[in-house]
């Protein structure tokens, strides 16, 4: 299963834009919809802008092929490729899932498209602090501003001007005028304190990247406004430690309803239980089963 197993042929189709044909287990809108990135416009089906840190490009999926535009080739291969994790097997992974228990190959077959995002350490952090208890919209609204008062420009695209994410000092440079515009709310406190942490390296991401995810979790909690959830989506969806499990409300219906855990248990009980049952790969289990009770809610609802 390792990453460099896929060769990955890019094909130049246009100014600035470059295909990758016969994509497999990828879909942009199950990604979209899981619940991992908060810097995508829908711009239409299988249509999206993306940003992430500095760099940006307008991806679209049509026919079983990938379109990257407003790129170079050399993003497609530094950048993209990795941090949509095109290099993984899933079906791979999707096999042996269905082999573990009937509700994770329904899920599988469900969220079939579904990957993990390699993000940005930092964006990751800060966009998961701000996520915490609040709304979709909101959330993205003060990602935006945030980029806008403190990231650099790095592009247009119709008509939009649009910023890369802050890093820790920048952020620490705005002015209390643009932190109150943002409307963070008791976040302001808990992003300040972040921040200050990151750049006075209080917390360095290196060290973190030399631990396993246990260790990891407990050093990550030491930020500000990190609880046990946010470390383990910061740990998935940025540094690759693919056993760690988030378990939220979703997480703890899944498992009590599916798995048999007692209806008092506790995040932290599920979350041990989550990494014991599914392994190595066990937040990639989380993602589809996340997925599937969550969209399957909806339909219900």
């Known amino acids: 299963m390792a990453t460099n197993q896929i060769f990955l042929d890019w094909k130049r189709c246009g100014k600035k834009k470059y295909c990758l044909m016969n994509v497999q287990d990828f879909s942009l809108e199950q990604i979209y919809a899981s619940g991992q990135p908060f810097r995508w416009k829908r711009i239409e089906k299988n249509h999206f802008l993306i940003q992430s840190a500095g760099f940006w490009t307008v991806a679209i999926q049509k026919e079983g092929a990938l379109y990257l535009c407003e790129t170079t080739l050399k993003e497609c ?19 042996n899932f269905a082999k573990a228990d009937e509700h994770l190959e329904k899920a599988t077959r469900f969220g079939d498209g579904i990957r993990i995002l390699r993000q940005d350490i930092f964006e990751t952090i800060i966009t998961f602090i701000i996520s915490s208890n609040n709304h979709i919209p909101r959330i993205k609204g003060s990602v935006a501003k945030l980029c806008e008062f403190a990231g650099e420009k790095i592009g247009e695209y119709d008509g939009e001007i649009l910023y890369a994410f802050p890093n820790a000092e920048q952020m620490l440079a705005m002015s209390q005028e643009q932190w109150s515009a943002i409307k963070l709310g008791y976040r302001e406190k808990y992003l300040k304190e972040t921040a200050r942490m990151i750049a006075e390296r209080e917390i360095a991401f290196e060290e973190i990247a030399k631990l396993d995810t246990q260790e990891g979790q407990k050093k990550l909690r030491l930020l500000s406004g990190v609880g046990e959830k946010v470390a383990d989506c ?68």
């Open 77 to 95: 291969r530094s950048v993209w490729e990795n941090y949509f994790d095109l290099a993984r097997d899933y079906g791979m992974l999707k096999a």
């Open 234 to 301: 910061i740990l998935l969806f940025s540094m690759g430690q693919y056993d760690a499990f988030p378990v939220d409300t979703w997480m703890e219906k899944v498992m009590k309803k599916q798995y048999g855990l007692p209806q008092n248990s506790k995040a932290t009980q599920i979350r041990l239980e989550g990494m014991e049952r599914f392994g190595e790969f066990a937040g990639i289990a989380q993602q589809y089963l996340f997925f599937y009770e969550r969209e399957n809610s909806k339909r219900r609802d």
